[in-house]
Structures are given as C-alpha cells and as structure tokens.
C-alpha cells in the first residue's frame, strides 16, 4: 500500500488541530494562560479596583489598630487614613507591574512578581534615601517572588484524601492514634471518664 509523499495529517497539523489558540504561551513554573494582548486600559481598570479595594482594607485594618491601641473612635480615623494610603499604594502598584508585565513578557510567572514587588517597595518609600530604597525594593521584591513561587507549586502538592490514604498504607506509617497510650496516661483518662459517670 503506498504512502502519500505528503500527508495531510501530519504532527503539526494535529497540533494546531488540538490547540485553538497557537498564540497563548505557557510557561513551565505556570499552569496560568496568558493573554498578551491585553489592552493597556485593562490594566488600568484592575489597578484603580485594586486600590480601591486596597485602600478600604487599609482603612479597615487602620481603624481597627486604632481601637486597639485606645485611640477613641476620633483618633483611630488618623490611623485609619494612613493605613487606606499604604494599602492603596501597595495592592494598585502591585497590580498595575503584574498587568504591564503579562502584557510585555507573554508570560505569568515568579519574575513578574519579583519585579512588581520590587516596584511596590519604591513606590512605598519613594521619599527616601537611596539605601532604604534599595532595602525596600529587595524586600518586597524577595517577598513576592517567594510567595508566588509557592502558590505556583501549590496545585502540584495538592492530592485527594483518597491518594494520600493509600500512600501512607502502602509506605507503612502508622495511623494516627495507632500507638498505644503509656499507662500513666490509661489511667488518668480511665479516672477522669469514671468521674464523668458519677455526675
């Protein structure tokens, strides 16, 4: 039986096939789809709703401190408005990096996280010296990346109950209460059950 010299159905074809969107990208630390074409207003939008909702946070949590530290419900509004510029600053600057940079690189990883914290912690301490700018920007940019870099892993850790069950019988370990109680132990909860019953 002779072959076609070209098929019409070879690898790349069943791929474009099989994928409808040839342009979305796909990183290996990220199970995330990205869409690069995201219009710069977008962005924009999330950062203005992220501040938003950022600033009422702050003021919540600012608020909140300020009845703590027994400020009166008059004093706690100061420590409230410090508290709603802070959590602005930090969840729009954050937000707007992420944004932009999805948008730039294609891509939806840890770099982008480091780099929107580091921008944060400027942001945050903007009318500072040159050190606790750079401290500020490591910080938050270390911080960040670490965070999203577990969340990243986080779906990879996940197992059903049933999965674990199964490995812990297999591997041998031991159910939980499966060792036995010391006497001294036996006893005290012997006695303290008898005197249960008596009441």
Do not use: W
Request: aromatic share 8%; hydrophobic share 40%.
């Amino acid at each position: 039986m002779p072959t076609p010299a070209n098929p019409t159905n070879s690898d790349s074809d069943s791929e474009i096939e099989k994928n409808p969107e040839p342009n979305a990208t796909f990183t290996s630390g990220s199970l995330v789809k990205t869409n690069p074409s995201i219009p710069p207003l977008v962005c924009l939008v999330r950062f203005a709703g992220d501040s938003a909702a950022g600033a009422f946070m702050g003021s919540v949590f600012g608020y909140g401190s300020g009845l703590i530290q027994k400020k009166g419900f008059k004093g706690s509004f100061a420590e409230a408005g410090s508290s709603a510029k802070t959590f602005a600053v930090l969840s729009g600057v954050h937000s707007l990096v992420i944004c932009f940079l999805k948008r730039l690189r294609g891509k939806d990883d840890v770099i982008n996280a480091g780099v929107a914290g580091c921008c944060t912690g400027l942001a945050l301490s903007i009318p500072g010296p040159p050190q606790a700018l750079l401290q500020s920007c490591l910080t938050f940019g270390a911080f960040s990346f670490i965070i999203e870099g577990l969340n990243k892993q986080q779906p990879a850790l996940a197992q059903p109950f049933t999965v674990r069950v199964n490995t812990r019988q297999h591997f041998g370990a031991l159910h939980p209460l499966a060792l036995p109680l010391p006497n001294e132990l036996k006893d005290s909860f012997s006695s303290f059950y008898r005197s249960i019953l008596r009441k």
